[in-house]
C-alpha cells in the first residue's frame, strides 16, 4: 500500500488536538504568563500567531466557558479568571473540544452489544489516559516547567514574559 503525501486528508503537522484547541491553548498560556493584565484579542493574536478573527472566536467559547473574562472598549482585553494553577488543560480543552471515552460500539453492531471489540477498546484506553493526563496538569505547570523554553516561544514573548515575571 502507498500513501500518498500530497492527499488532502494527509497534514503536514501531526494532530492530536483540532487546530481551534491549540489555539485556545496557546491564548491561555499567554494569558497565564500575564495574570493580571488585560491584554487585547490584537495582542493575544500578533503573540500566539493565531488570526485576529479567528482568535475572537475562541475567546468568546473560553469565556462562555467562564474561564476567561473580557472588557470591552479602550483598555480592554482579556485576563484568567481564576489562577493558572486552578485551570485544567484539560479544562481548555472541553471548552473547545472535548475528548470523548467511547462507552458503546459506534458501528451500532448489534454482537458488540455490551462491550467494545479490541479497537474501539484502545481507542477507549487512549481517550481515558489522554483525559487523565490532560486534567492533571495546570496552566502554571505548563509555563513554570522549563523556563528555558516556553510554550509561545518567539523572542518577543519570552522577552516580555521574563519582563513581567522579573527575570534578566
Avoid: W
Avoid at 493584565?37 to 472566536?57: D, G
Avoid at 475567546?59 to 482579556?78: C, D, H, M, S, T
Amino acid at each position: 500500500m502507498v500513501i500518498d503525501c500530497d492527499h488532502p486528508l494527509h497534514t503536514k503537522e501531526p494532530r492530536l488536538l483540532s487546530q481551534t484547541t491549540e489555539y485556545a491553548l496557546r491564548a491561555m498560556s499567554c494569558l497565564a504568563y500575564m495574570p493580571d493584565e488585560l491584554v487585547s484579542t490584537a495582542q493575544l493574536a500578533e503573540v500566539t500567531h493565531v488570526p485576529m478573527n479567528y482568535l475572537a472566536k475562541v475567546l468568546q467559547l473560553l469565556a462562555k466557558a467562564e474561564l476567561i473574562n473580557g472588557r470591552r472598549g479602550v483598555g480592554g482585553g482579556y485576563r484568567l479568571n481564576r489562577p493558572a494553577k486552578e485551570i485544567s488543560l484539560l479544562d481548555v480543552i472541553g471548552a473547545i473540544d472535548p475528548i470523548e471515552r467511547i462507552e458503546s460500539c459506534p458501528l451500532k453492531l448489534e454482537n458488540h452489544s455490551g462491550k467494545l471489540c479490541p479497537l474501539h477498546s484502545r481507542l477507549d484506553m487512549a481517550a481515558k489516559l489522554l483525559i487523565e493526563t490532560f486534567d492533571g496538569m495546570t496552566l502554571h505547570d505548563m509555563i513554570a516547567s522549563d523556563p528555558t523554553t516556553r510554550p509561545l516561544c518567539s523572542t518577543e514573548m519570552t522577552t516580555r514574559v521574563n519582563l513581567t515575571l522579573g527575570e534578566s
